[in-house]
């Protein structure tokens, strides 16, 4: 029952008053013997706290079972509102602006187009214009969008090695060798090509490393005793300037088994690029052997018949001073008639410059140097080309003289 106005309620001592637990029952478990406050201000009504202080809501903060979830409905609802609403109005300002754009595209007058008459190409210089082909002389259109073939330039490039063939024309520099001969250099070329084929280097490497080693010997005398510390450098050089990994100076040691020393090896290297005058691009006959051979559309077999004959020639000192480009010729006219495939075809003479009347000593050199008894020294080419990775031609057999005459008419 409610207290008399004037009387305050007695407190019990066993009596506690109660701890909020939680916002939604803090009203619930609040009964009316609970005091607010001591000491209330004069004057002032007293206040319930069910019905809510409205004077001091900053601090006191009650809420009711369901009001949160609403609250957060209400919000949500509002930033979703909000969110639309600013889309709504980034579109209208997008809208807005492109209008404007069409707007000024539609004033903006439309220039008239000024025809201008094309210009004609101005002729090239003569030294600048590439060489002029005939149609059926003409190998290297049906490459032009390989890159890799240069098919624009490729008749230039050939002309150009064909060219440089006159600055290392060598002569028979035995003479001046007092302790060489050509039996040991055919063992050296012999050991060349071993070299070659166990570091798996290529073709090109084995011809510039002997055109090296032969320009080297043609400057100066050499001891003997130096001779395999040349070649294995020259090929080291080589190898430098064809291979795409070349073979380290240690791998030539080793291979040397290790009669030389590592500063050795060195100073012989720069003893013979001294001696070349570092100029080692030399043209060898197995790229002009590849060109010649595309003319005709040679065969693999053929053209690899061609190869070893060619490679044979590089032990023989009597075809040393003959031009790299002569030389290639000379090989695959002689394959083409072993092979019965024919003669010296316009074609070839057009991309060689050889006629065959210019080839005719050297391919009769090169029959002899054939059917000659093998010397047993020199047996790593014919033994390469014995595998069947080079279709077995060391065992082709040779056509007779009488038949390669009547092709060289």
Same mark, same amino acid.
């Given at each position: 029952? +409610?207290?008399?106005?004037?009387?305050? +309620?007695?407190?019990?001592?066993?009596?506690?008053?109660?701890?909020?637990?939680?916002?939604?029952?803090?009203?619930?478990?609040?009964? /009316?013997?609970?005091?607010?406050?001591?000491? /209330?201000?004069?004057?002032?009504?007293?206040?319930?706290?069910?019905?809510?202080?409205?004077?001091?809501?900053?601090?006191?903060?009650?809420?009711?079972?369901?009001?949160?979830?609403?609250?957060?409905?209400?919000?949500?609802?509002?930033?979703?509102?909000?969110?639309? &609403?600013?889309?709504?109005?980034?579109?209208?300002?997008?809208?807005?602006?492109?209008?404007?754009?069409?707007?000024?595209?539609?004033?903006? =007058?439309?220039?008239?187009?000024?025809?201008?008459?094309?210009?004609?190409?101005?002729?090239? /210089?003569?030294?600048?214009?590439? +060489?002029?082909?005939?149609?059926?002389?003409?190998?290297?259109?049906?490459?032009?969008?390989?890159?890799?073939?240069?098919?624009?330039?490729?008749?230039?490039?050939?002309?150009?090695?064909?060219?440089?063939?006159?600055?290392?024309?060598?002569?028979?520099?035995?003479?001046?060798?007092?302790?060489?001969?050509?039996?040991?250099?055919?063992?050296?070329?012999?050991?060349?090509?071993?070299?070659?084929?166990?570091?798996?280097?290529?073709?090109?490497?084995?011809?510039?490393?002997?055109?090296?080693?032969?320009?080297?010997?043609?400057?100066?005398?050499?001891?003997?005793?130096?001779?395999?510390?040349?070649?294995?450098?020259?090929?080291?050089?080589?190898?430098?300037?064809?291979?795409?990994?070349?073979?380290?100076?240690?791998?030539?040691?080793?291979?040397?088994?290790?009669?030389?020393?590592?500063?050795?090896?060195?100073?012989?290297?720069?003893?013979?690029?001294?001696?070349?005058?570092?100029?080692?691009?030399?043209?060898?006959?197995?790229?002009?052997?590849?060109?010649?051979?595309?003319?005709?559309?040679?065969?693999?077999?053929?053209?690899?018949?061609?190869?070893?004959?060619?490679?044979?020639?590089?032990?023989?000192?009597?075809?040393?001073?003959?031009?790299?480009?002569? &030389?290639?010729?000379?090989?695959?006219? &002689?394959?083409?008639?072993?092979?019965?495939?024919?003669?010296?075809?316009?074609?070839?003479?057009?991309?060689?410059?050889?006629?065959?009347?210019?080839?005719?000593?050297?391919?009769?050199?090169?029959?002899?140097?054939?059917?000659? =008894?093998?010397?047993?020294?020199?047996?790593?080419?014919?033994?390469?080309?014995?595998?069947?990775?080079?279709?077995?031609?060391?065992?082709? +057999?040779?056509?007779?003289?009488?038949?390669?005459?009547?092709?060289?008419?």
């Amino acid at each position: 029952m +409610p207290f008399p106005r004037g009387k305050k +309620p007695s407190v019990t001592a066993g009596s506690k008053i109660p701890k909020l637990r939680g916002k939604g029952i803090e009203n619930q478990e609040e009964g /009316p013997q609970v005091k607010r406050s001591s000491s /209330p201000p004069q004057g002032a009504p007293k206040k319930r706290t069910a019905f809510v202080d409205l004077t001091n809501a900053h601090k006191v903060h009650i809420s009711l079972p369901g009001t949160k979830k609403n609250s957060l409905k209400k919000t949500q609802k509002k930033k979703a509102t909000s969110t639309v &609403l600013d889309k709504n109005e980034a579109n209208l300002k997008k809208d807005r602006v492109m209008e404007e754009k069409q707007r000024g595209e539609e004033e903006t =007058p439309v220039e008239q187009l000024v025809v201008v008459e094309a210009v004609p190409p101005r002729e090239l /210089p003569p030294h600048l214009q590439g +060489p002029q082909i005939p149609e059926e002389f003409d190998i290297d259109s049906q490459h032009q969008d390989d890159p890799t073939l240069t098919a624009q330039y490729a008749k230039e490039i050939f002309d150009y090695l064909k060219a440089r063939e006159e600055k290392f024309i060598l002569s028979d520099y035995m003479s001046i060798q007092p302790s060489l001969n050509a039996g040991m250099r055919a063992i050296l070329v012999d050991w060349l090509v071993e070299v070659q084929e166990n570091f798996e280097l290529n073709h090109e490497t084995l011809y510039l490393a002997v055109k090296v080693t032969d320009h080297f010997l043609s400057a100066a005398p050499v001891n003997r005793e130096n001779l395999q510390l040349i070649g294995s450098t020259a090929l080291l050089i080589a190898s430098k300037f064809e291979e795409r990994c070349p073979p380290c100076v240690d791998d030539f040691l080793y291979v040397c088994d290790d009669a030389y020393k590592r500063e050795e090896v060195i100073a012989m290297e720069t003893s013979i690029l001294q001696a070349l005058g570092f100029d080692i691009n030399i043209p060898v006959p197995y790229r002009f052997l590849r060109r010649y051979a595309k003319c005709v559309s040679a065969s693999m077999e053929t053209l690899t018949l061609a190869r070893y004959v060619c490679e044979l020639s590089l032990q023989e000192m009597d075809l040393v001073p003959e031009r790299g480009s002569l &030389l290639a010729s000379a090989c695959l006219l &002689l394959a083409l008639v072993t092979k019965e495939l024919g003669g010296w075809s316009p074609i070839l003479v057009f991309h060689s410059g050889y006629g065959v009347s210019e080839l005719v000593p050297v391919v009769r050199r090169l029959h002899s140097m054939l059917t000659s =008894p093998p010397d047993d020294k020199l047996l790593a080419i014919r033994s390469k080309y014995s595998h069947k990775v080079f279709f077995e031609v060391a065992t082709t +057999p040779m056509v007779d003289l009488d038949t390669l005459e009547r092709a060289l008419k």
